[in-house]
């Protein structure tokens, strides 16, 4: 087998360049209107990729497309609920239209609900399963011809909550389990076509939402079980995104990275 040469880089700035920079690329992003999907969003528009912002909130993508343009970045606005399959498939036809290719897809959209598995009611077991699992299979299916045209990756937002578990959260764990088999399963299937699909799992992130619970006496319970002493800021997922969205990680595929603090390790 013939080996080919490692890449030489003349500067620091090179090697980061080539290994972490996005120009020219076009990603697409959902649940993008607010949190760590409008963050990391940005983090890509940064990083030089022209990002389609999704989500069903047009009027907060706007918002966030606002926050991009005026950092310098490049952005759009479509709106699309990840649970139904002919609206997907209208953003990504649309996306066809206008690029021909997807490089980076990031599947971000999720929701939760917090009951024991014995008193969940149907519809609230449905709805996390429906957006967190299912729709980021409606949305990867949808993005495959366009990433083969681009030879792109899939970037699945999972959870801790995928790799362990605590009470209240049979729902979301659920989801966020399927979502990792999900990752390694269209790995391996997508692989022919040079298509990565990989996954970052955080732990408790601090958002607009959190904030207040994490100011509760049960809040300060949870930040003192992680072992950094400290939730997550969205800053901290940058690294992980990065590596994986972009050449750095053109040999990695079927992983899982937990950004956690440590978390996952205090969980037994």
Same mark, same amino acid.
Do not use: C
């Given at each position: ?40 969003? @940005? ?6 990729? @022209? ?15 606002? &926050? ?101 959260? &049979? ?5 966020? &389990? ?91």
């Amino acid at each position: 087998m013939t080996q080919t040469a490692p890449a030489q880089h003349s500067s620091a700035d090179a090697l980061l360049h080539d290994n972490f920079a996005l120009g020219g690329k076009v990603a697409l992003v959902t649940g993008a209107s607010a949190g760590i999907g409008a963050h990391l969003a @940005e983090t890509l528009a940064l990083a030089g990729a @022209e990002v389609v912002l999704t989500a069903r909130r047009r009027d907060k993508l706007e918002g966030v497309r606002a &926050a991009i343009e005026a950092r310098g970045g490049t952005a759009h606005v479509a709106e699309m609920d990840v649970t139904d399959s002919a609206a997907v498939a209208a953003v990504f036809d649309a996306l066809g239209e206008r690029h021909g290719r997807l490089d980076i897809l990031l599947n971000n959209s999720g929701v939760a609900v917090t009951a024991r598995a014995a008193a969940m009611a149907e519809a609230d077991w449905d709805r996390v399963l429906d957006t967190n699992l299912k729709g980021a299979f409606l949305v990867s299916r949808a993005a495959v011809p366009l990433l083969r045209a681009g030879q792109g990756t899939i970037v699945n937002i999972a959870s801790i909550l995928g790799l362990g578990v605590l009470k209240g959260v &049979a729902a979301y764990a659920a989801s966020k &389990a399927g979502l990792i088999q999900l990752t390694k399963a269209m790995a391996l299937e997508l692989a022919r076509d040079d298509i990565r699909v990989n996954a970052i799992a955080p732990g408790y992130i601090a958002t607009d939402i959190n904030g207040a619970f994490f100011a509760t006496e049960a809040g300060k319970r949870v930040i003192a079980a992680i072992p950094l002493r400290r939730l997550g800021e969205t800053r901290d997922l940058e690294g992980a995104l990065l590596l994986l969205a972009g050449p750095a990680g053109r040999f990695m595929t079927g992983t899982t990275l937990v950004v956690d603090g440590g978390h996952r390790l205090a969980m037994g």
